[in-house]
């Protein structure tokens, strides 16, 4: 319906993060056969539907290369191997913002979350010492 209003849609397969809990975690998808052969339906149903592009989500690298050669729309890759037509990263795991999740497919490029919480402890205590707000960041003083 969606796309047939014109509406662009991007489709989601593999692991999808809203249904973790399902999942029973952040777990790899279809890596038996069957599984894999519903990842593989799942993808030409999305395109058949009129998805412009289709995200392939923590599945196994092979079956991410099956799906990329039968699909005319882009596959876009996120822990789905290198055959993909594109590579998509979240940019909190990127950067190492959380210090206790790290997917087995994030490379960091940063550790910006020990940064962050450094930051945000100097915040905590300049508020309550009440150093924060100062004259210089108080409209009309």
Not at 89 to 108: E, I, S, T
Request: aromatic letters at 8%; hydrophobic letters at 45%; one cysteine or more.
């Amino acid at each position: 319906r969606l796309t047939a209003a014109g509406i662009p849609v991007m489709g989601h397969i593999g692991m999808m993060p809203q249904h973790v809990h399902q999942y029973g975690g952040f777990k790899m998808q279809g890596k038996s056969a069957q599984g894999a052969n519903r990842i593989v339906e799942d993808a030409l149903a999305v395109e058949c539907a009129g998805a412009f592009a289709v995200v392939l989500e923590c599945i196994p690298a092979g079956v991410a290369a099956r799906i990329t050669e039968r699909l005319s729309i882009p596959t876009i890759g996120i822990g789905a191997g290198a055959a993909c037509d594109g590579q998509v990263l979240v940019n909190q795991d990127m950067l190492g913002m959380f210090a206790d999740f790290r997917p087995k497919f994030v490379r960091r490029f940063a550790e910006a979350g020990d940064l962050m919480r450094s930051a945000f402890r100097a915040y905590d205590a300049a508020v309550k010492s009440g150093d924060f707000p100062g004259t210089d960041e108080t409209p009309g003083s």
